[in-house]
């Protein structure tokens, strides 16, 4: 087992991996900016290691910096978390040519997920199902408007290098198409540096289903079932679930299988998770993306499956068998995360300030993954997560009265934040029945 980690992440994420780490007796360190030096996840670690000052790009994107405090710290492995530098290939091949551990999957299962395009075509390949759409970048408006008249409108304008529900515009017609293409390349080049553009077929009614792969160190790739992701704002996601309402044991057989299949075909090792647009009238998926990493919303699975998945992260990546017997997976139970932002509850505007009142909701089934408490800063210059709530019971009817409970009891006060919304939800028929899909959010507002 590897010995030493060094987090290259912040917040809840790092901390959370540092509990893991420390629970196994390997020695966690910590990397963090001027703007995070009062934050819980940097008194957890055993070393932490000033890199820069708040902004992103000269600290947690800083690779010379990250690496720089692996060496000085004598750092056996990086994990990288989600977002910031995770889904990097170049910088997941320079940790490894540095003779260090990379805990995720290679740089060439990175790049060849990295692009959507590539990424489709690849999957298609393998048997997947893909949603109609380009196979090759649109080089042009009109190459869009042209391959839009073949898929058929509405469309879905995307860029290529994208993730996270950024990079995205739907068009309903030739007028919106070229004012959404424009747009998404513009941002695309701005934010990715890469300004290729994807059209695909856009569903109007259609529910986010992914599922969480894990490829072992012997080369096998497993299924750990489905998580829901319908419950999204701007197309990020806000609320998921496992086992999904609207999964009926046939469909997961195929959409597991399916899963497997992407992860077999780019021979991918560690955690990963192979996105899909499910449509609810004909059970139909199609493949989205698939992300290289860990995801935010992982502890629903950890629950079902009753592991821990980033200690099976830690295993792979020094070449060990998890903790589980691959060929007896047996899930139970029910479990939801809810994503408690620093933003505003009716139009999810982000809303930083200092934390004053920070209790957090306690009881049976409930886990609370937080990155700040009562006297912190929260800053404009990250993600507005604050923290993760983690209702689990034996049925999603007993985990719905838990989640009620824990919103009710859990009290923020000082940064703006979205607790009230989830109380609202909690109470909202549509979301209580299961029979939801991504525009349940738009529908409440």
Excluded at 103 to 129: E, F, S, W, Y
Excluded at 254 to 272: D, K, P, W
Excluded at 306 to 317: N, P, S, W, Y
Aim: aromatic share 6%; glycine share 8%; net charge negative.
């Amino acid at each position: 087992m590897i010995e030493s980690l060094l987090v290259a992440n912040r917040g809840e994420i790092a901390r959370r991996i540092i509990r893991t780490a420390k629970r196994l007796g390997i020695r966690a360190i910590a990397v963090y900016s001027e703007a995070d030096a009062d934050l819980p996840f940097v008194a957890e670690a055993d070393e932490a290691v000033l890199i820069g000052p708040p902004n992103p790009a000269q600290s947690y994107r800083n690779a010379e910096a990250i690496l720089a405090a692996a060496k000085s710290t004598g750092a056996q492995a990086i994990h990288p978390g989600y977002g910031f530098l995770s889904e990097n290939a170049e910088f997941a091949r320079t940790v490894e040519s540095s003779g260090l551990i990379w805990v995720g999957p290679d740089a060439d299962a990175i790049t060849a997920m990295g692009d959507k395009i590539n990424a489709r075509n690849l999957m298609a390949a393998a048997g997947v199902p893909v949603a109609p759409g380009t196979t090759d970048p649109a080089a042009d408006v009109d190459a869009a408007v042209t391959a839009a008249a073949e898929i058929g409108y509405p469309v879905m304008v995307k860029a290529a290098a994208g993730g996270g529900g950024m990079g995205m515009g739907v068009a309903v017609d030739e007028a919106a198409l070229r004012t959404e293409y424009d747009k998404v390349r513009a941002f695309a080049e701005r934010m990715f540096g890469d300004g290729s553009v994807l059209i695909e077929r856009y569903f109007p009614r259609v529910r986010h289903v992914e599922v969480q792969i894990l490829g072992l160190a012997d080369g096998r790739v497993v299924a750990l079932g489905e998580r829901e992701c319908s419950v999204q704002r701007r197309n990020q996601k806000l609320v998921e679930e496992s086992p999904s309402p609207a999964v009926s044991p046939e469909l997961r057989s195929r959409l597991l299988a399916a899963a497997v299949r992407a992860g077999e075909a780019v021979s991918y090792r560690n955690a990963g998770t192979v996105e899909c647009l499910l449509d609810p009238e004909t059970n139909e998926f199609f493949f989205l993306e698939m992300n290289t990493r860990l995801q935010v919303e992982h502890p629903v699975t950890e629950y079902v499956y009753g592991i821990d998945l980033v200690e099976e992260q830690l295993r792979v990546a020094s070449g060990l068998a998890p903790t589980f017997d691959p060929d007896a997976l047996t899930p139970s139970g029910h479990a939801i995360e809810l994503r408690i932002n620093a933003e505003d509850p009716k139009r999810f505007l982000p809303g930083p300030g200092v934390v004053r009142t920070w209790v957090e909701p306690t009881g049976e089934g409930v886990r609370v993954d937080s990155g700040y408490t009562e006297g912190n800063t929260v800053t404009p210059f990250y993600d507005s997560l604050l923290a993760k709530l983690i209702i689990s019971g034996a049925t999603r009817d007993e985990v719905l009265e838990r989640a009620k409970a824990a919103v009710a009891a859990f009290q923020i006060e000082g940064p703006k934040n979205n607790v009230p919304f989830f109380a609202e939800l909690l109470t909202n028929e549509e979301f209580l029945s299961g029979a939801y899909d991504t525009g349940i959010v738009s529908r409440m507002r």
